[in-house]
């Protein structure tokens, strides 16, 4: 029997004030198969709008949510704030999810999926397979996400899709095992080489939405970002450190 009784959701937050109580309205209105309970943890990474008090009052205002904010002293990156969140995690399973609007909690489902057949122990959201909507954006960003994840497969050899994608799932000894040492965008190269080297770790992918954002609308991953993740796959994945 799959024990998977609570999922813990890792929510890195800077400077989200606009969209977060979105999010958190979806979390809210969730309901996982199985009735699997939700663990929420927030990460605020030293924000400089009202994120951390938007998220207070949203706690305060529902408080059967059993919200956890937990607070970086100062700006450490993406990475870090996840590093506190899966740290801190105490559910079955941990998922990532982004404070924006650009994946839907409502898939976790279709991730648990394999998780409760007895399939997974590691299951991955691809934004470029299956079905699901998928909002029309940048040329150049999704040839380089197609990049990132050939040279990432090659390094692993795995067959994934979409190796940066927000939507990975792990058992959460699994995920706490891991040694992660990135502190910005880099958590998803070396995520995906390190969980890749666990012994007998079953990973799966499935078919996800994806609603991007502009720059415009609070996008923050640039080309610099996109180097480093090309770093960070030859350091973790072909050199195996």
């Given at each position: 029997?799959?024990?998977?009784?609570?999922?813990?959701?890792?929510?890195?937050?800077?400077?989200?004030?606009?969209?977060?109580?979105?999010?958190?309205?979806?979390?809210?209105?969730?309901?996982?198969?199985?009735?699997?309970g939700k663990e929420i943890?927030?990460?605020?990474?030293?924000?400089?709008?009202a994120s951390a008090d938007t998220i207070r009052a949203y706690a305060a205002?529902?408080?059967?949510?059993?919200?956890?904010?937990l607070e970086h002293p100062v700006n450490k990156g993406k990475?870090?704030?996840?590093?506190?969140?899966?740290?801190?995690?105490?559910g079955d399973y941990v998922i990532i999810q982004d404070a924006d609007l650009e994946y839907d909690p409502e898939e976790y489902n279709l991730l648990i999926k394999p998780v409760l057949k007895g399939f997974a122990d590691v299951v991955f959201g691809s934004?470029?397979?299956?079905?699901?909507?998928?909002r029309v954006l940048f040329f150049w960003h999704s040839i380089g996400n197609y990049w990132l994840t050939l040279l990432s497969n090659m390094c692993t050899?795995?067959?994934?899709?979409?190796?940066?994608?927000?939507?990975?799932?792990?058992?959460?000894?699994?995920?706490?095992?891991?040694?992660?040492?990135?502190?910005?965008f880099g958590f998803e190269p070396e995520v995906t080489a390190k969980v890749a080297r666990v012994q007998d770790a079953r990973i799966y992918e499935v078919g996800i939405s994806y609603y991007g954002r502009t720059y415009a609308e609070g996008k923050k991953?640039?080309?610099?970002?996109?180097?480093?993740?090309?770093?960070?796959?030859?350091?973790?994945g072909l050199l195996g450190m």
């Open positions: 029997m799959v024990k998977f009784d609570t999922l813990s959701i890792v929510i890195p937050v800077y400077n989200e004030a606009r969209t977060i109580h979105q999010i958190l309205d979806l979390l809210r209105e969730l309901r996982l198969v199985n009735n699997i943890i927030l990460v605020n990474d030293c924000s400089t709008d205002r529902y408080p059967e949510m059993g919200l956890r904010l990475g870090a704030a996840l590093h506190t969140g899966i740290r801190e995690a105490t934004r470029f397979m299956g079905g699901n909507p998928h050899d795995l067959n994934l899709t979409d190796m940066e994608t927000c939507y990975k799932m792990f058992r959460r000894d699994i995920v706490q095992s891991l040694k992660l040492e990135e502190n910005r991953i640039g080309w610099r970002d996109g180097f480093r993740a090309i770093y960070c796959i030859l350091k973790y």
